[in-house]
C-alpha cells in the first residue's frame, strides 16, 4: 500500500491501526511505512527477460521505481479531494484518480489469486478435454505406477477433483499482467480497468458522524445480488480515501435507492452508506483492514465468511441415459464452497 494513501488514516505520529481480516478482536498500531508493505512483490529478475538487449541496464526494481512515481503524480489530486477541494479538482485530477483506482485494484494479493484461480481452471478443463483412459495409463507407466484401467480411472478422477494442483505463473508475468490490466495495452490499443471507469459518474461520500475505514484491498468493485461481479458489470466502485470521505464511480443510470441503498441526498444518508461500505471493504480485506487509531468504525461489526474460488452448480440437464451439469467457477464464501466438484458430468 502507498504511504502516501495510508497517510490519510494515519494520526500525527504517522502510525495506523491494524484488524486483523479474521479476528477482528486482534489489532495494533503500525508505522505507516511498516504497515502494508512486501519487499519484493513487483520485483522482477533480470533472469525473467527473454530478450539480450532488455537486460542491460536493467533494474530489477524498476517497476516499483515507476510505481512510486505515478504515486507522486497523483499524491496532488488526493490532497484536494481529502482537504474538500472539490472546486479545485480539474479533468486531469480525475484522470490520475481514475488510473489510482484501476492500479490499487491489481495491487495486492487478491488480483494475483484471481488470475492464478482462472489460469488453473482453464488449465484444468484442458487437461481433462484431452484426457482419456489411453494417455492416463501412459502418464502412469512414465511415472513408474501401476497403469491397469482401475489406476488409470482413478487417476482420471483425481485429476478432475479440486486437488488439481495450482498453476502459478512466474512473479514477471503477474507483474507484468497486472500493470496491464490496470493500465491498458498501447500495442492492441486497450484502455485497462480505466475504460470501465471513465463513464461512470464520480461522487463523493463525506459523512458527518461515521468514520471511514480501508484495508490491503481498498477498491471495491460492487453490484447489487449474489452473482458475480466483475469489472465490466459493476454498478459502483468505491475507494475509500480517508476517515471522512469515500469516491464512488456510478453508472449514471444506477439508482442507489432502487437497491435499498442511502440515497445521498437525503441528511444522515452519507453515514449509513459509509457504514455499508466499510464492511464491504472489510469483508474483501486479504489480511489488514486500516483505520484511523482514533477511530472505531469495525464496533460490533460481523464480517462474512472469506471468499474462497469454487465451482458453483447452476444448472443440470438430464435425459434417459446422461446427467450434465453446468458449473461456474467463481469466488464463494468459505463454507458455501460444494464439497466435492471432482464430477461435472454423470453418465448413467
Known amino acids: ?5 495510508l497517510r490519510n488514516f494515519a494520526d500525527a505520529s504517522e502510525q495506523v491501526m491494524l484488524v486483523s481480516r479474521d479476528e ?4 495494533h498500531r503500525s508505522a505507516i511505512n511498516r504497515a502494508i508493505a512486501e519487499v519484493g512483490f513487483y520485483r522482477i529478475e533480470t533472469e525473467a527477460l527473454a530478450r539480450e538487449e532488455d537486460k542491460i541496464g536493467f533494474d530489477p526494481e524498476d517497476v516499483e521505481a515507476a510505481l512510486s512515481k505515478l504515486e507522486s503524480a497523483i499524491a496532488p489530486t488526493i490532497q484536494k479531494l481529502v482537504e474538500g477541494r472539490f472546486a479545485a479538482v480539474d479533468e486531469s485530477d480525475w484522470y490520475r484518480l481514475i488510473q489510482f483506482t484501476a492500479l490499487q485494484t491489481v495491487r495486492g494479493h487478491r488480483w494475483r489469486d484471481d ?6 481452471q482453464s488449465v484444468h478443463t484442458q487437461v481433462l478435454a484431452d484426457l482419456n483412459e489411453e494417455k492416463a495409463r501412459a502418464a502412469l507407466a512414465h511415472q513408474g505406477k501401476p497403469s491397469t484401467a482401475a489406476n488409470a480411472a482413478a487417476f482420471v478422477e483425481d ?7 495450482r498453476i502459478v505463473p512466474p512473479q514477471a508475468v503477474l507483474v507484468q499482467e497486472s500493470l496491464k490490466m490496470a493500465l ?3 500495442e492492441t490499443d486497450d484502455r485497462g480497468l480505466a475504460q470501465y471507469l471513465v463513464e461512470k459518474k464520480i461522487e463523493v461520500i463525506v459523512p458527518k458522524n461515521a468514520t471511514v475505514l480501508t484495508s490491503d484491498e481498498p477498491v471495491c ?4 445480488g449474489d452473482d458475480p461481479v466483475g469489472y465490466a458489470t459493476a454498478q459502483i466502485v468505491w475507494l475509500p480515501l480517508s476517515p471522512r470521505l469515500i469516491v ?6 444506477f439508482d442507489l435507492t432502487a437497491h435499498e441503498l442511502p440515497d445521498l441526498r437525503v441528511g444522515e444518508a452519507h453515514d449509513e452508506l459509509v457504514a455499508f461500505v466499510n464492511r464491504v471493504v472489510a469483508s474483501q480485506a486479504e489480511r489488514w483492514i486500516v483505520h484511523h487509531p482514533n477511530d472505531a468504525p469495525i464496533a460490533d461489526m460481523v ?3 472469506r471468499e474462497v474460488w469454487g465451482d458453483e452448480l447452476i444448472a443440470v440437464r438430464e435425459d434417459a441415459t446422461t446427467r450434465r451439469e453446468l458449473y461456474v467457477h467463481h469466488r464463494l464464501q468459505r463454507g458455501l464452497e460444494p464439497a466435492d466438484t471432482s464430477i461435472k458430468q454423470d453418465a448413467r
Request: proline letters at 16%.
Open 1 to 5: 500500500m502507498p504511504q502516501l494513501y
Open 24 to 27: 477482528l478482536s486482534l489489532a
Open 115 to 120: 488470475i492464478i484461480a482462472l489460469i488453473t
Open 159 to 165: 485429476l478432475a477433483s479440486s486437488r488439481f494442483p
Open 184 to 186: 491498458g495495452d498501447p
Open 221 to 224: 468493485w460492487w453490484s447489487p
Open 248 to 253: 464512488q464511480f456510478r453508472e449514471p443510470t
Open 303 to 305: 464480517l462474512p465468511a
